[in-house]
T-cell receptor, first 114, second 115 residues
């Protein structure tokens, strides 16, 4: 399985500001995804990060709020823009390789917005 | 759309008891099914998977069988340990292997094992 790291591991931010979360994988992967886990809740898919093109967003998530970049096969960023307390969550990236069914998750970024 | 329904906890059992966590799904096509586990203070780990009907996934004494006729993927373990205390998530991927689909998760089941 791939080794996935995320930065930062946690942060406390003021409302109205933005935070960029980085996801780095130790090998080239086909698919990268971003999820949100709100306090005490399950995981919800935000978007699929596509290399060299715009991300594919799920219903309820928009690019202006959650811009995503994926410049190569091992790295992606998620920005949480104009934050409000409702954005307080754990944000996780995950990866899947070609022909594989498994999806592996990074350790997550715990975001608190005050 | 796709959805996963699993029993919500907390589920409290004594050590060495038999465990079943129910999971049913709704999906178009032929999804792949997964169980993930989140131990206290740790990240999300893949526990087991099944990619087609009647497949049985197994790992660490846990098993789950992909039942297409009942659209279910129940998690079982014959004798639980205190170290199994965690939150368990059932999930599906509606795309075929290597496809572009993310995962749809159930709400998670908090399992507590008492010594």
């Amino acid at each position: 399985s791939a080794v996935i790291s995320q930065k930062p591991s946690r942060d406390i931010c003021q409302r109205g500001t933005s935070l960029t979360i980085q996801c780095q994988v130790d090998s080239q992967v086909t698919m990268m995804f971003w999820y949100r886990q709100q306090p005490g809740q399950s995981l919800t898919l935000i978007a699929t990060a596509n290399q060299g093109s715009e991300a594919t967003y799920e219903s309820g998530f928009v690019i202006d709020k959650f811009p995503i970049s994926r410049p190569n096969l091992t790295f992606s960023t998620l920005t949480v823009s104009n934050m409000s307390p409702e954005d307080s969550s754990i944000y996780l990236c995950s990866v899947r390789t070609t022909g594989s069914y498994e999806q592996y998750f990074g350790p997550g970024t715990r975001l608190t917005v005050t | 759309g796709n959805s996963v329904t699993q029993m919500e906890g907390p589920v409290t059992l004594s050590e060495e008891a038999f465990l079943t966590i129910n999971c049913t799904y709704t999906a178009t096509g032929y999804p792949s099914l997964f169980w993930y586990v989140q131990y206290p203070g740790e990240g999300l780990q893949l526990l087991l998977k099944a990619t087609k009907a009647d497949d049985k996934g197994s790992n660490k004494g846990f098993e789950a069988t992909y039942r297409k006729e009942t659209t279910s993927f129940h998690l079982e373990k014959g004798s639980v340990q205190v170290s199994d205390s965690a939150v368990y998530f059932c999930a599906l991927s509606a795309g075929s292997g290597g496809g572009a689909d993310g995962l749809t998760f159930g709400k998670g089941t908090h399992l507590i094992i008492q010594p």
